[in-house]
C-alpha cells in the first residue's frame, strides 16, 4: 500500500544532483497535506546544503501530480481549514522559487490543477510526448487560482485564462510553444533530455546562478527603472565574486576556466 511508503522519495547523486519523487501513485501523487508536508521538509533540508546543485521534482506511477486531495477537501468543508491549506501549498511553492538552485519538473502523464502549479513554479521543465496539463478545477467549480499565479508568470494572459476558463487540456508540444515547459522528449528519452539540461547546469559555477535566480524572480515583480537598479548590484557583486573573476579571466586567456 502506498501508506507504507514515505511520500516523497529522496535521492541524491555524487554531482550534488537531487531528486524528489512524488511518492503516492495510488492517488496520481496529488497534494494532499501528508504529500505538502513532505514536500515543505524536502525543500528546506536542501535549502540549507550547499553540496546541492541542482532539484528535480518527478513523480512515480501514471501520472506527474493531479492538484490537491479532494477527497480530503471536501470531507472537511471550513473555512480555516481551506484557507490553511492553501496558503501550506502556497509555502511550498514559494520555497521552490526560493531554493538558490534551478529546480526541474520532470512531467510524464497528467499534471492539473495545484500539479499544474507545480510545473510553473518549477524554474525548467522537461515533459514526456505523453504528458498533459490543465487547470482544470473550474470543471468542478473550483477556479484554479492559486495554479494562476506562476501560470501567468509562465505564459501569455490570454492563453493563461483560456486555461483557466475552460478547463481544457494542452499536451506537451502545445506547453512548450506557449512557454509552460522548456524541452519535450518521447517517455523512453525523458530521464536523458533532462540529463542534458542538468549537464549544462552543472558546469557553471553554483554562486553564478544562485544570484541570477535570486535576481530573476526579484526583478520580475519591479518596475522597469528599479530593477535595473537591483540587476546592475547583483551584477556588479557577482563580479566581484571569485567564480566571474576567474570566468573572464580564462575568456581573456583563451582557456577553459576552472571553478573551485
Known amino acids: 500500500m502506498d501508506n507504507d511508503n514515505p511520500p516523497i522519495l529522496q535521492t541524491r547523486d555524487a554531482r550534488g544532483v537531487a531528486t524528489l519523487t512524488l511518492n503516492r501513485p495510488g492517488n496520481f501523487n496529488a497534494l494532499g497535506e501528508e504529500m505538502l508536508g513532505a514536500l515543505q521538509a524536502a525543500l528546506d533540508q ?123 487540456f ?17 517517455p523512453e528519452r525523458l530521464d536523458a533530455e533532462i540529463e542534458s539540461l542538468v549537464a549544462s547546469i552543472l558546469a557553471k559555477p553554483r554562486k553564478a546562478l544562485a544570484m541570477g535566480k535570486e535576481l530573476f524572480y526579484r526583478q520580475r515583480e519591479l518596475g522597469i527603472e528599479a530593477a535595473y537598479q537591483l540587476a546592475s548590484q547583483t551584477m556588479a557583486v557577482n563580479m566581484m565574486d571569485g567564480c566571474a573573476q576567474e570566468g573572464v579571466t580564462a575568456f581573456t586567456e583563451k582557456r577553459q576556466p576552472k571553478w573551485n
Do not use: W
Open 46 to 168: 536542501l535549502a540549507g546544503d550547499e553540496s546541492v546543485r541542482v532539484v528535480v521534482i518527478a513523480a512515480e506511477g501514471k501520472a506527474f501530480c493531479p492538484g490537491h486531495n479532494l477527497k480530503e477537501m471536501i470531507a472537511t468543508p471550513e473555512l480555516d481549514y481551506y484557507q490553511q491549506l492553501f496558503s501550506q501549498c502556497s509555502r511550498v511553492m514559494l520555497s521552490i522559487q526560493k531554493l538558490p538552485v534551478p529546480v526541474i519538473a520532470r512531467v510524464h502523464g497528467i499534471a492539473t490543477a495545484a500539479g499544474c502549479q507545480l510545473v510553473a513554479q518549477c524554474d525548467l521543465a522537461v515533459a514526456s510526448t505523453d504528458a498533459k496539463f490543465a487547470v482544470s478545477g473550474v470543471n468542478f467549480g473550483l477556479f484554479c487560482s492559486t495554479p494562476s499565479v506562476p501560470l501567468l508568470r509562465n505564459i501569455a494572459p490570454k492563453q493563461a485564462m483560456e486555461m483557466l476558463v475552460t478547463g481544457e
Open 170 to 186: 494542452i499536451g506537451a508540444e502545445e506547453a512548450k510553444q506557449r512557454g509552460l515547459v522548456n524541452r519535450v522528449a518521447a
